[in-house]
């Protein structure tokens, strides 16, 4: 009886030693910046949780990060847009049509995060086709538009 629950102990170590984890998605970690790279977002995705930092992060801080959920989101409307250097203050401004807001511990005097609300609201492309702007299918293998440099990380 001993050497068979022995037995039982080593074969699931064993199996649980094989398992593989599931390999991160290179879209699951990027980082933005305009092309003339004077500054940088790192955009981390874990699970249907985005987070948007501004800066170089390898993991997700305590503050200063919007934090998004994506649970409504289709893989190919997975995008956002971003412009750089508004003329009204912000260092940057970003948006996601589909994505909903749940977290902003972002200074919102020099970052804003832009959400259409009503039904009948602007698309989010008409105002980031602007010079100094870009946007991004995040899950699409495609180069982005506009000023725009993604490096996934």
């Not at 290179?26 to 933005?32: A, G, P, T, Y």
């Not at 004077?38 to 801080?61: A, C, E, F, W």
């Not at 259409?116 to 100094?132: A, Q």
Request: hydrophobic content about 30%; overall charge positive; charged content about 30%.
């Amino acid at each position: 009886m001993y050497s068979k629950f022995l037995l039982l102990i080593i074969l699931i170590f064993t199996l649980n030693s094989c398992k593989k984890n599931k390999p991160q998605e290179k879209w699951q970690h990027i980082e933005i910046s305009p092309k003339d790279k004077s500054q940088l977002v790192t955009i981390i995705t874990k699970g249907d949780k985005r987070y948007i930092m501004n800066g170089t992060h390898h993991k997700i801080p305590n503050d200063d990060y919007l934090l998004l959920d994506l649970s409504e989101v289709d893989r190919l409307g997975d995008g956002f847009s971003v412009c750089w250097n508004e003329s009204n203050g912000y260092k940057w401004k970003i948006a996601s049509s589909y994505a909903k807001l749940i977290e902003n511990k972002l200074d919102s005097s020099k970052y804003l995060y832009y959400q259409p609300i009503k039904k009948n609201d602007l698309p989010i492309s008409i105002e980031y086709k602007e010079c100094n702007c870009g946007s991004l299918l995040i899950r699409e293998n495609r180069k982005p538009w506009g000023d725009l440099v993604v490096e996934y990380r």
